[in-house]
């Protein structure tokens, strides 16, 4: 085989897979920084605003305790703020449901419901 059948054979061949390439799914996030979403959350005494990282399928979300609830300044009680979740990656803001907390580690688990 010669140089001018070796092109004629590429290009016959990206002819024909071109439209399959130019269509094929994109491959999933890889980039950490794909995986970090805004927090806010709203309490009566105001609001707060950090940072979190999804894990799993993307619907948990990992932030500080501190940023989802409230304590009070008298007595022992806490209150669970309003939490609002913002994805730079996906484009998308959602409401953040509290699936468990930890005061002593300073951590806390959301649902988020992304419309994927």
């Known amino acids: 085989m010669n140089i001018l059948e070796a092109g004629c054979v590429v290009l016959v061949f990206l002819a024909i897979c071109s439209p399959a390439l130019l269509y ?11 995986s970090l979403v805004v927090v806010t959350s709203s309490t009566p005494m105001g609001k707060r605003a950090g940072n979190a990282f999804v894990i799993g399928d ?14 009070s300044e008298q007595g022992e009680h806490q ?10 990656y996906l484009g ?7 699936l468990a907390a930890d005061e002593e ?3 806390a688990v ?6 994927l």
């Open 92 to 98: 998308q803001a959602c409401y953040g449901e509290i």
């Open 24 to 34: 094929a799914p994109q491959a999933p996030a890889t980039r950490p920084e794909d």
């Open 110 to 115: 959301l649902k988020a419901a992304w419309q």
């Open 105 to 107: 580690l300073d951590l």
């Open 79 to 88: 209150m669970p703020g309003l939490v609002s979740l913002v994805s730079p």
């Open 58 to 71: 993307g619907t948990l979300v990992v932030t500080a305790w501190h940023l989802v609830f409230e304590e």
